[in-house]
């Protein structure tokens, strides 16, 4: 079974910067696009950032230039640096990955981990 586990929220003011990582752990065979989504109160879940196994990012409009995305695909890590944060990026932050499921055919399966809270303050 595979688990994603992030680490990094917190609390901070607005302007400043927090590091969201997620480390995927258990039977893995591959794993392609790994990505950040977000979910604030009453809202959908949203598409934050997204890196694909080459290295090929895209982000969300409101984020763009503000947040970084980036993988170490020897460790099976993804992260998220997001600078000059606004009270707009509150929400529950969730990794996310593609992984390779060999049984009973190949195929990219999507896992989420548990979310973690980014709160910032006005």
């Known amino acids: 079974q595979v688990q994603l586990v992030e680490s990094g929220g917190g609390l901070v003011q607005a302007g400043g910067s927090l590091r969201l990582s997620c480390a995927a752990s258990?039977?893995?065979?591959?794993?392609?696009?790994m990505g950040w989504y977000r979910q604030a109160p009453g809202k959908q879940r949203e598409l934050v950032a997204r890196?694909?196994?080459?290295?090929?990012?895209n982000y969300a409009d409101g984020v763009e230039g503000r947040f970084t995305i980036s993988r170490d695909n020897a460790k099976n890590t993804v992260s998220l640096q997001m600078n000059s944060l606004k009270p707009e990026d509150t929400a529950v932050y969730y990794c996310n990955a593609e992984i390779l499921k060999i049984i009973p055919n190949p195929s990219w399966e999507p896992r989420w981990g548990q979310g973690t809270q980014v709160t910032v303050s006005s």
């Open positions: 258990g039977s893995i065979f591959g794993i392609n696009a």
């Open positions: 890196i694909t196994r080459g290295g090929n990012t």
